[in-house]
């Protein structure tokens, strides 16, 4: 398994992962799906990664993520042992330092456009009215200020993705995780989506790490990292 550099609090990356190693039991057989994964990703930093189906980008994601711990290996945040956490103080980590943007929209349906944004900002207990002005004006950035009281099945299949996407940036995130965030888009809210990531991520300096199946998209980012066979190389930009 790889070192980790030996980093002072003020150099370490954002995010980074050290001989990631993630084993599933299938019938009785060891499934290796990682097989030592290195990565470091320095802040305002756009990598993509991408793969055939089933390689184990999403895998790679939910332990970047903290929603999965590995088999081996560490994933580390500003130097910290992420996956040594417990599973209460990952849960905080997770809230305060990393935006997740999935393929489906994940919105909560009783709730409407604002108060889905607010809700990282909410179950961190933020006074109620300050999380939703932040939501109404992070809305606006991504142009739904007319749609704040809209409930998901009221938006359009673009709309929803975009309150997604404002939802993870609504706690100020060092690091955006993005699964296919345009893959069940038509083409023009695709690129709307893609393009307003892009935007977002270069006005706050996040890092952001976007799996994906589509190779001009990925091209467009910082690197273009290929998983396969359970390891990580550089796929060119």
């Known amino acids: 398994m790889a070192e980790a550099p030996l980093n002072s609090p003020g150099d370490a990356p954002p995010l980074a992962c050290y001989g ?7 019938q009785g057989r060891v499934l290796e799906v ?4 290195d990565l470091s ?4 930093e756009r990598v993509a990664v991408v793969g055939a189906s089933g390689c184990g980008k999403t895998t790679l994601l939910q ?9 081996e290996g560490r994933v580390e945040i500003d130097g910290r042992n992420f996956s040594a956490m417990r599973s209460g103080e990952r849960g905080m980590e997770r809230n305060r330092s990393i935006g997740f943007v999935y393929q489906f929209h994940h919105l ?14 909410l179950i961190r207990r933020s006074p109620t009215p300050e999380a939703m002005e932040r939501a109404a004006k992070l809305l606006m950035q991504v142009g739904l200020g007319e749609r704040l009281s809209h409930r998901p099945a009221k938006l359009s299949g673009g709309e929803r993705q975009r309150v997604a996407v404002a939802r993870a940036l609504i706690t100020r995130p060092r690091i955006v995780l993005a699964d296919e965030p345009t893959g069940n888009l038509d083409p023009d809210s695709g690129e709307q989506v893609f393009e307003l990531l892009l935007r977002l ?37």
């Not at 990703?41 to 305002?44: E, L, M, Y």
């Not at 332990?63 to 088999?71: A, H, R, S």
């Not at 690197?223 to 190389?233: N, P, S």
């Open 108 to 121: 909560l349906p009783e709730f409407n456009a604002v108060e889905n944004v607010a809700m990282p900002l």
């Open 34 to 37: 990682l097989r030592g994964v």
């Open 41 to 44: 990703i320095a802040s305002g």
């Open 63 to 71: 332990l970047l993520g903290g929603l999965d711990t590995p088999t």
């Open 201 to 237: 991520n270069r006005d706050s300096g996040a890092a952001l790490v976007v799996v994906t199946h589509d190779r001009l998209r990925a091209r467009r980012m910082d690197r273009v990292l290929a998983l396969r066979d359970g390891l990580l190389a550089d796929a060119g930009g």
């Open 20 to 26: 990631l190693v993630r084993h599933f039991r299938e």
